[in-house]
């Protein structure tokens, strides 16, 4: 009988290296305005053919700039919705902390209901606003390699939910409401998402029903009968 040949190990592949951060930053107002304007045409042409089918030599036909222009802040097209999304998530992250800055603690249902309710009312008009906003959102859940920029700033603006509960709850469970907020704000960043995704829904109603969602799942933290139900 033949002896069988063990089977060789095939080397394991290594993951291929995307380069995701602006090379150089614009200094002078010339600059910044020819920055600005392919981060405008991205996001519109995002509108256009979706993430798939969009490319650099897009942008740079649409544009009017030679590839040497563009390439020189943008190594590929992921930069570009990298710094989409971050700017995208910047803006959203500032109008919500703005809004936080009047909240002393947790409130009652009604009272955080109506919190939510401005908050992500103010979120939405934001991304229907900037250029391509709702694919931008799209890009940072399905691209891997961008879902850090996201996650970032739901971190960020979880840690302030946070910190608020905690003045109102101090004795429930650090761990749950660190979840809890993470939750929170999770759900309603995908409430905007829905929203994007089928513009033929009521907006506003589904940001009414999210915004009492998120209120009462927050404020149950402070319900004593909460464990119990859970136990």
Request: proline share 4%; aromatic share 6%; glycine share 6%.
């Amino acid at each position: 009988m033949l002896k069988k040949r063990a089977a060789k190990a095939l080397p394991a592949r290594k993951k291929k290296h995307v380069a995701l951060n602006t090379k150089v930053q614009p200094r002078q107002r010339r600059a910044q305005a020819t920055y600005d304007m392919i981060l405008e045409v991205t996001g519109n042409l995002l509108e256009e053919v979706g993430v798939e089918r969009l490319s650099t030599n897009l942008v740079c036909e649409r544009a009017g700039l030679t590839p040497p222009a563009l390439y020189r802040y943008f190594p590929n097209k992921y930069a570009l919705l990298k710094e989409l999304g971050a700017k995208l998530m910047k803006i959203q992250d500032d109008a919500v902390f703005a809004h936080q800055k009047t909240m002393d603690g947790v409130g009652d249902v009604a009272e955080e209901t109506a919190r939510n309710y401005r908050i992500l009312k103010e979120v939405n008009a934001i991304t229907r606003a900037f250029p391509g906003g709702g694919w931008v959102m799209r890009a940072l859940r399905a691209v891997p390699t961008l879902s850090e920029v996201r996650i970032a700033s739901r971190e960020d603006v979880a840690d302030r939910v946070y910190k608020r509960a905690r003045k109102t709850f101090p004795k429930a469970d650090r761990k749950d409401l660190r979840i809890g907020a993470t939750l929170m704000v999770e759900v309603m960043y995908t409430a905007t998402e829905l929203i994007m995704d089928q513009p033929e829904m009521d907006a506003d109603r589904v940001t009414a029903e999210i915004s009492h969602m998120a209120a009462r799942y927050l404020t149950s933290f402070g319900d004593g009968e909460r464990k119990k139900s859970l136990a």
